[in-house]
């Protein structure tokens, strides 16, 4: 009996470790995609400003 309990520990351990993995990769994929609108946006308005030399 504690051999199956060890082995259902081992399998629960794993599965848990590989959840976090996946949501810590889909977070960094979040962020990425996050930095690179607040990029772009950025890229936006220094070519639609006015005043250009204001982000010189």
Known sequence: MKTFFRII???TSKKVISAVRS???KLNILKGVLYSDELNSLHL???LSDNEMFFV
């Open 9 to 11: 520990k081992i399998l």
């Open 23 to 25: 949501q810590t990769i």
């Open 45 to 47: 308005q220094m070519y």
